[in-house]
């Protein structure tokens, strides 16, 4: 199992970033996958998920009507859009599969891409 983010960077509040997942090493279109994030100094938080076939997605208070989970089964690649990004949005971003629908747990996730919201 291979999960590569890619998208990360620096970005003025209120901006926008799209983040990509590149899985590999599994049938991913068998899978739920989420979206998880870990700010400095503290602990790994649940963002967001997505069914297998991305019929049914799920979101974090915190960043519902902010932050879009999608993918593509046909690309094996997961996505988040991030819109009117905040300080505290600031975190590494990981992909991950497994788990609970709403939890950070995860049995497989991968390196992470820094996002960084400053002024």
């Known amino acids: 199992v291979q999960l590569v983010e890619s998208g990360g960077g620096v970005v003025q509040p209120g901006g926008s970033l799209r983040l990509s997942c590149e899985a590999s090493?599994?049938?991913?279109?068998?899978?739920?996958m989420k979206w998880v994030r870990q700010a400095p100094g503290k602990d790994l938080e649940w963002i967001s998920s997505?069914?297998?076939?991305?019929?049914?997605?799920k979101a974090a208070d915190s960043v519902r009507g902010r932050f879009i989970i999608s993918r593509d089964n046909s690309k094996n690649i997961l996505y988040l859009q991030m819109t009117n990004l905040k300080v505290d949005d600031t975190a590494v971003y990981y992909c991950?599969?497994?788990?609970?629908?709403?939890?950070?747990?995860?049995?497989?996730r991968g390196q992470g891409t820094r996002v960084t919201v400053s002024s």
């Open positions: 997505i069914y297998s076939g991305g019929e049914i997605r």
């Open positions: 991950a599969r497994g788990g609970p629908m709403t939890g950070a747990n995860s049995d497989y």
């Open positions: 090493g599994f049938a991913f279109d068998h899978y739920a």
